[in-house]
């Protein structure tokens, strides 16, 4: 089982206070691209304050990360699938309080997967945030367990142009700047390490271009209200490599958008959809 204790799944986690100041929103937005221009992701002189893009909740989200067991194997974690929800837009600084909680295992045969629900409130302890995370534990399936349901298919519609289309080239040095908000995970920029870990050379967090979409999201649908944006799911299929471009696409459907983004013609995050109020 590779260390996976089963009997975590339902426990609440500790709750932990998240703290950041105007300038870690900053290092965030520029680490998902953000350039002088867009002033008020990136000019603490902004009326108001620092606008905090809405995926700033998968940075918070990790200092409740769960406890799953003993003797883990981070490397062979893949993750699979995010969703964030906004209940309000973050404050451009403060304190949150999170907690989190395994909601389930599921037992793929080759892999358990492993979805953790975290929360974000804030010192007054209004709902913030939630963010649902399912990540892939290669080597701890075959415990006999259920493989879960099958999750919503969504594509886009054949044939039919996207109602908004914005593309974003990633810098050669995007995964050495994004890495600095937490995930300090060498694959993303020792190459030797990346070589044994599969990969011709260092990948971009699979996080990293999800903040790149939510940009692409918050400018295409959202006129850079961060208020608007309500919530973004999406699944990781594919790598990236800093340097390369990502296209995110978005069709208009039953009240929400679904969204894919890719590199030239491959799909790196599909499955996905944005709701914007």
């Avoid at 969703?83 to 304190?95: A, D, M, T, Y």
């Avoid at 030797?192 to 990969?199: D, F, I, M, V």
């Avoid at 006129?223 to 309500?230: E, H, L, P, T, Y």
């Amino acid at each position: 089982m590779s260390g996976l204790d089963l009997s975590v799944v339902g426990q609440k986690n500790p709750e932990r206070t998240f703290k950041y100041t105007w300038r870690d929103a900053v290092l965030y937005a520029l680490g998902v691209g953000a350039q002088a221009d867009e002033l008020p992701l990136v000019y603490e002189n902004t009326p108001g304050g620092i606008k905090v893009l809405p995926s700033y909740a998968t940075i918070a989200r990790g200092i409740a990360f769960p406890r799953l067991g003993n003797n883990i194997f981070f490397p062979r974690f893949i993750h699979g699938e995010e969703l964030i929800h906004l209940h309000k837009p973050f404050p451009s600084q403060g304190e949150i309080i999170c907690f989190s909680e395994v909601t389930d295992i599921f037992d793929k045969g080759k892999a358990a997967v492993i979805h953790v629900k975290f929360s974000g409130l804030t010192k007054d302890r209004d709902p913030l945030f939630d963010v649902k995370s399912a990540f892939f534990y290669l080597g701890a399936g075959g415990f006999g367990g259920e493989r879960g349901p099958k999750s919503e298919t969504l594509v886009p519609p054949e044939g039919v142009a996207p109602d908004f289309s914005i593309s974003y080239k990633t810098t050669e040095n995007q995964a050495a700047l994004y890495r600095l908000n937490g995930d300090m995970n060498p694959l993303h920029i020792d190459p030797e390490l990346a070589r044994k870990g599969g990969q011709e050379k260092p990948i971009l967090h699979g996080l990293c271009s999800y903040g790149f979409a939510t940009r692409a999201i918050l400018y295409g649908i959202c006129d850079g209200d961060v208020s608007r944006f309500k919530e973004f799911k999406a699944r990781f299929t594919n790598v990236v490599y800093p340097g390369e471009t990502l296209t995110t696409e978005g069709w208009k459907d039953n009240g929400r958008y679904i969204i894919q983004v890719r590199k030239e013609n491959v799909v790196v995050l599909s499955n996905a959809y944005a709701i914007i109020d």
